[in-house]
Structure formats: structure tokens, C-alpha cells
T-cell receptor, first 120, second 112 residues
Framework: DVKVTQSSRYLVKRTGEKVFLECVQD?????MFWYRQDPGLGLRLIYF???????EKGDIPEGYSVSREKKERFSLILESASTNQTSMYLC???????????????????FGDGTRLSIL | SQKIEQNSEALNIQEGKTATLTCNYT??????LQWYRQDPGRGPVFLLL?????KEKRKERLKVTFDTTLKQSLFHITASQPADSATYLC???????????FGAGTRLAVHP
């Protein structure tokens, strides 16, 4: 089974701090994603990466950056934390390889259990 | 803009009945639609994927339909059990190869 591990389940930080959220997957997936989940708004994509050192902005990238130096690890960075970044953060990974070895669209995403981040 | 709507109100049903959840979308023609289950304090877990050329997909007690004319997917759980209580999310392929757009989810409560 695919395992996506997020470094912390709960985190409390102060306004203005630089915050790092780490995510590791063990299935050699090409794609990794960072979402935030807020009540009534569902999952919103912050950034995603389709290869090492590659990244693309999602729907709400402002105030965040990412790093992918190794295939298995994708980090989310809050440059200067603010109270409106208090949320549940979810990391996910997916493959683009089909069973026959070709590229396949729309593969399921595998999620970690999230980090509940509070900014005071 | 692209929009996915799921019933925001919780669905309460009796054990043994069939639960039906709805996912509607606008301004969009997705090639794939996926359903996920999310338990409190956990990440979503993938359940089923249905392609635009498939009308229906089944997996054990789960059934998904995909009507591209109505721009709607229905998710059914037959013979529901209290253990099926969770929030169910639908997601559409949002462009490119791998970007998904998620609905806000519908909470299902199955009562004994």
C-alpha cells in the first residue's frame, strides 16, 4: 500500500514565523500535491509538483512556497505565517504510469493524514 | 469558472437503506470523475474512478453513475452500515494529467 507521511499531526506557530511542513511518499510517485482544507470550502490546491525540482502553482499559492529536492519528499513553506493560514494541510501523491507502462491521466491521489496548523 | 457542487447538508439514513449522494458540475467537461471517503481527522481515501465514456461503475456495495449531459454523478451505497458514516468527496480531473478539483463533500450518517 502507498504510504504518504506528513511530519506533524498538529502544529502551533506564531504570526510572522517561517513554517515548514514536510511530506514523504514511499511509492516512487512522480506527482505530489499540497492542499488546504477549510470547512465548507473543500480541498483547495496550493502547489503541485510533477517531477523533482519542478513545481506549479495551484489555485491559492499566495503566501506559500514549495521545495522538491528528492522524488519522495515535498515540502510546503509558509514564508511569514499569518492567522488566515490556520487550516488543515493535506499532502497527496499520484502516479502517471499505467499498468502497461505508458502515461495515464487522472490516476487516484493518495493522501497523508494531514497537519492541523494553528497560527496564533 | 469551473464549479463542483455537493449537497452541503448531512445525509441521515437508516441502516440497511441505500444512500445516494450527488455531485453536480458546471463550466466543465471532465474526462474522469473520482469519489473519495474522508473520516474525521484523516486524509481522503480513494474509492472509485469513472470515465466519461462509462455510464456506471460498481465495486462491492458501491455504485457510481456519470451523466455528462446532466453534468452529474450519483454515488450509491447499498445496504448501508454505520461504518459507512463519513464525508464523501467527488473530484474531477482539472486539466493536464493529474490536477484534481474537489467538491466540498457531503457528510453521511448511517443510524442503527
Amino acid at each position: 500500500d502507498v504510504k504518504v507521511t506528513q511530519s506533524s499531526r498538529y502544529l502551533v506557530k506564531r504570526t510572522g514565523e517561517k513554517v515548514f511542513l514536510e511530506c514523504v511518499q514511499d511509492m516512487d510517485h512522480e506527482n505530489m500535491f499540497w492542499y488546504r482544507q477549510d470547512p465548507g470550502l473543500g480541498l483547495r490546491l496550493i502547489y503541485f509538483s510533477y517531477d523533482v525540482k519542478m513545481k506549479e502553482k495551484g489555485d491559492i499559492p499566495e503566501g506559500y512556497s514549495v521545495s522538491r529536492e528528492k522524488k519522495e519528499r515535498f515540502s510546503l513553506i509558509l514564508e511569514s505565517a499569518s492567522t488566515n493560514q490556520t487550516s488543515m494541510y493535506l499532502c497527496a501523491s499520484s502516479s502517471t504510469k499505467g499498468q502497461a507502462g505508458g502515461r495515464v491521466r487522472g490516476q487516484p491521489q493518495h493522501f497523508g493524514d494531514g497537519t492541523r496548523l494553528s497560527i496564533l | 469558472s469551473q464549479k463542483i457542487e455537493q449537497n452541503s447538508e448531512a445525509l441521515n439514513i437508516q441502516e440497511g437503506k441505500t444512500a445516494t449522494l450527488t455531485c453536480n458540475y458546471t463550466n466543465y467537461s471532465p474526462a474522469y470523475l473520482q469519489w473519495y471517503r474522508q473520516d474525521p481527522g484523516r486524509g481522503p481515501v480513494f474509492l472509485l474512478l469513472i470515465r466519461e465514456n462509462e455510464k456506471e461503475k460498481r465495486k462491492e456495495r458501491l455504485k457510481v453513475t456519470f451523466d455528462t449531459t446532466l453534468k452529474q454523478s450519483l454515488f450509491h451505497i447499498t445496504a448501508s452500515q454505520p461504518a459507512d458514516s463519513a464525508t464523501y468527496l467527488c473530484a474531477l480531473l482539472g486539466g493536464g494529467y493529474n490536477k484534481l478539483i474537489f467538491g466540498a463533500g457531503t457528510r453521511l450518517a448511517v443510524h442503527p
